[in-house]
């Protein structure tokens, strides 16, 4: 039969190693005299492997992998949607813009402007006599002029103030 290393066990059947030489240790798996695992040994100890030397499995992704897969595919599919409204957006705007650059480029010709109205004969000549305001003094203020005080032309000097003490002993200056 064939004999297998501890690691090529432990890869065959996908154990640790310390595993096998526990088994080794406590005397369930027994080792040949090239310190090599026999395979039928590991067969009664461990049962047939479920994988094949030289046959590699197909990776398997993980479930979280594939959901956040499809959260990122479908915010991808959100952006795209989104930049297509703002260059619809942009192309509308872009659209008014140029309408309005065209409105304002040409003016129309029977347009009157503020300088070109007549005045209103009926308002100017209006003969109604305008309501007199009542003299209330609480709410309209009275107008009055600002009346400046006049300041004197020399002034003198403020003298330096002096303490309580040095009022009754330093003379007056």
Do not use: C
């Amino acid at each position: 039969m064939k004999s297998l290393s501890v690691v090529e066990l432990s890869k065959l059947y996908g154990i640790n190693r310390q595993t096998i030489y526990n088994h080794i240790n406590k005397g369930i798996l027994s080792k040949n005299s090239d310190n090599k695992i026999d395979l039928s040994e590991a067969i009664r100890v461990f049962g047939e492997p479920s994988k094949k030397q030289g046959v590699k499995e197909p990776v398997k992704v993980d479930s979280q992998n594939s959901t956040e897969n499809l959260l990122l595919r479908q915010q991808i599919d959100i952006l795209k949607n989104q930049l297509e409204d703002a260059k619809e957006r942009e192309s509308f705007y872009q659209n008014q813009i140029e309408t309005m650059q065209r409105l304002l480029e040409a003016p129309k010709t029977n347009m009157t402007t503020f300088t070109d109205q007549k005045p209103n004969q009926d308002i100017a000549t209006d003969s109604q006599p305008k309501p007199e305001l009542k003299d209330d003094r609480l709410t309209t203020p009275e107008q009055t002029e600002n009346k400046r005080i006049p300041v004197p032309e020399h002034v003198e000097p403020e003298q330096p103030k002096r303490g309580w003490l040095s009022r009754f002993f330093l003379p007056n200056g």
